[in-house]
């Protein structure tokens, strides 16, 4: 497949009900042509509602990242690597997997089926890497308020690939929205090896998509993006993973 890392223009997210996600997969152009590739409903609204409520229900089961700013199921590498937490991550990656399965069960395995066919390849668990997870953002904190900070998606690429640029996918399976905005923007530019972008460049093209309960969104690692700010009392729960093209058709993820 083409890699979807190649951002050629912004155009509004792909969205494909269930039954329209073709054989064999979507084409890694597509990646390119579109900001994201979204499928509507892959899981129903009220069981992705229902699983957000575990989830918030599992107070003992979810840590806590940036001083509260945002919480998880399951360990985040990118939280872990930039507090200094890598050992404990990995030490502990076995047990954060079973802590997701006991609270939202086969909702790892079924993200990765469905990346799997959305890619039109395999896709394995990360050796010794945590799997799918979920991120809590809580109302009222500060990515409610002022939003997320704009990044790409590198945490957990080696030195290699981000020499190389594979391709590589985040996929945000939407739980519970945020009751008011909390879309995300993705932005007509791709990481190409400049440091981290620190504030907004008006010049550069956007688009905001908004993803109801249950719909899973797809979209290259390597294009700008942030989650807009939202209100409400609600808090914006997603199940997340991320992947990276190992070898021709085959892909392997981690939280």
């Given at each position: 497949?083409?890699?979807?890392?190649?951002?050629?223009?912004?155009?509004?997210?792909?969205w494909l009900n269930v039954d329209e996600v073709p054989a064999g997969g979507v084409a890694g152009l597509t990646f390119a042509r579109h900001a994201a590739v979204g499928v509507r409903e892959a899981m129903p609204a009220p069981r992705a509602r229902s699983l957000a409520r575990a989830v918030l229900d599992a107070e003992?089961?979810?840590?806590?990242?940036?001083?509260?700013?945002?919480?998880?199921?399951?360990?985040?590498w990118y939280t872990h690597m930039e507090t200094g937490r890598a050992a404990e991550y990995f030490r502990d990656a076995r047990a954060s997997d079973a802590r997701v399965e006991r609270v939202v069960p086969g909702v790892q395995d079924e993200m990765l089926r469905w990346l799997a066919r959305l890619l039109g390849g395999v896709v394995r668990r990360r050796h010794g890497f945590c799997g799918p997870g979920?991120?809590?953002?809580?109302?009222?904190?500060?990515?409610?308020?002022?939003?997320?900070?704009?990044?790409y998606d590198l945490e957990g690429l080696t030195p290699a690939w981000r020499h190389t640029l594979p391709p590589a996918i985040s996929a945000v399976w939407m739980l519970q929205p945020a009751h008011k905005r909390g879309g995300l923007t993705l932005f007509n530019k791709r990481f190409v090896g400049e440091n981290w972008p620190m504030d907004e460049d008006p010049d550069v093209r956007r688009t905001t998509t908004l993803s109801r309960a249950g719909d899973l969104l797809v979209f290259s690692s390597y294009r700008l993006h942030r989650i807009n700010g939202f209100s409400g009392d609600d808090a914006r729960v997603s199940a997340t993973c991320h992947a990276v093209m190992v070898d021709d058709g085959v892909w392997e993820a981690w939280f």
């Open positions: 497949m083409s890699p979807p890392c190649y951002v050629v223009a912004v155009r509004r997210t792909l003992a089961d979810l840590g806590d990242d940036f001083g509260g700013e945002q919480r998880s199921l399951g360990r985040p979920v991120h809590v953002f809580p109302p009222g904190e500060k990515v409610a308020r002022r939003g997320g900070v704009f990044h």
